[in-house]
């Protein structure tokens, strides 16, 4: 980046708009190659992959980046062409121009992480250039001869050879070559006037070749001016407008040329697929830096643990007969208000599951080639949403889910074809919303399944008799079915990450169940959010903690005289609810403060709660009640517990600690409650 002028305040909107557009790219070349498989044009795709390439191209002329403005130029001159015939592209150019897109992706992350953009790979640029050479009708020799361009040398110098042969060839072509300067200041940007929605402006009006911060006086008094090199046919008092007007100025770079030929118009199916302009853009939406959406979040958390002192220290003046109704009721209106607030701030960090998911077509087409299997992605994943901060920890452990789906789980289309199966395997991910914050997805496949005999021998264990305590081998840290590590997997890493991920991270639940020769589903259930929760505060052996509301199935009383202790059971109560027996643990002996038989304490609540599909009971002293609660995650690995899911602060600033129930009688109550239901299955029926 140039070092004369300052541009980081522009560049977090850069990478914002710049991963979108990857993403779009991504979409509309997979799209393009399904289309060119079934031997039919795509137009649409291509204008669609074209605008994307062309405004990551003006971004980055901005910001500086040429390295990426090579790559784009270059994809989008190939693009170009693939637009005048009708939207037809060599199947040969999908490759280049997927290489295109991944090397951009790459540079962007480097600057999003405060790197300088590598330079363009070797060959990558003659690769797509010959792509032109060849795509291009009737070749270079078509050319007309260039027109002359009156640049100055601030600006000439700073133009890449590619982007002087475009506007240069524009020009030839007929189309005006024009420079507008737009001049920022802090009264323009009061009225909505930035470089970047003067950009926005503009690009409807033309084709925008590149964009130069120069540093220096200007008109009015700034010191720095925004250069926009275009090419277009409209008129100077459209960009001026465009650009907010004085002390915005044009000026044509060049004569403008005999007029060319007009291009063959495009078919009418393309033309058909064209959206207006302003559809495209769904106006209304509005970009925003999730970092400030965080701080919006952590601002309410401190209005929420406010809240918390404020209602204890009413209780405490209506303990002491002072006349409290009026607070109360000003309370009362304060925590609605405070809810709708809640609403209002997660709504805004909702992400769309399919946004989310969208990586993964291309994931599962790199896949295709690397392990030379027919594979068939079909995602199901609705309108559902969830939380930005889940959808970035899940990401991965979805990657992963796929990933082991294709390599491992599906077979060679040869072994198919002898099980009777179709030669192209199907992996599909589908999610369903689930009311009480939580949200179900799934990782399905038609392979062969898993085999519980040979991941046994391989773990050295004995054959798992569930699905379940097959999973549990699955997910052993560094455990993998594979004798040698491939490009795709093998390293000892997947299952154990996704656990991971799915419970101990976001606190939920991992399942699984798989059919020898039918296939294999892993279900897993997160949370939406994982910052703000409604929860239940109860106290244990002396102590208070909280559960998160939606963890929960069941609040119901307990009569000690009316359990049933079988023997063996190891501590593990029977509990009767409508009729049918319930494993019955006690918190306080899983916290390590009850009797080890578990008969101590004085239980009167259990907590009902979905323990790897089968409800299990967790008994607790007292219920406080219900309220919304701050969870603060335990990040530092020396004190993360299994079956603590983070502490919040409940208004009296003494820690609480928050605990995920299913994990903690996992972790501490000596086995699976089917393992339990099997040694007192005898007890049967309670009355």
Known sequence: MSASVDLADFLPAYLAEAEELLGTGHRQLLAMEASIRRGLPHPRAVRELFRAVHTIKGLSAMVDVEPIVDIAHWMETCLRHADRAGGRLPEASVEPLMEGLREIEQRVRQLAAGKQAAPVPPGLLSRLEALDAEDAPGGSAAKAAPAALALEEAVASRLSAAEREQLTTGATDGRRAMRLDFIPGADRAANGITINSVRERVAPLGETVKVLPLSGPAVGGGALTFVLLLLTEASDAALLEAAGGPPASVRPLAAVAPRAPALAPLPESAQADEEPEEARRGGGSLRVDVSRLDDALERLAALVVNRSRLTRAVAALTAAGAPTRELQAILQENARQLRDMRTAILRLRMVRVGDVLERLPLLVRG????????????????????????????????????????????????????????????????????????????????????????VAARAGVPVPPTPEALLEVLCRPGFSTRDAANATSGRGMGMDIVHRIIVDQLGGELGMETRPGAGTTFRLRVPLTITLLDALVFECAGLRYAVAVGSVEELIEVDAARLVWPAGAGGVALLERRGNSVPLMGLARLLGRGEADGRGGSVAKALLVRQRGELVAFGVDRLVGQQEIVLRPLEDPLVRVPGVAGATDLGDGRPTLVLDLAALGLARGGGAPHRRRASVREEGRLV
């Open 367 to 454: 896949l295709r080639r690397s392990t030379g299997k027919s594979v068939r992605l079909e995602l199901d994943v609705g309108d559902a949403e969830l939380d930005k901060a889940v959808a970035d920890r899940l990401l991965p452990a979805l990657v992963h889910l796929v990933r082991n789906a294709v390599d491992h789980a599906l077979e060679s289309p040869e072994a198919r074809r002898a099980a009777g199966k179709p030669e192209e395997g199907v992996v599909r991910v589908a999610s369903h919303g689930r009311a009480g914050g939580l949200l179900d997805l799934t990782v399905a496949d038609d392979g062969c399944g898993v085999d519980a005999r040979a």
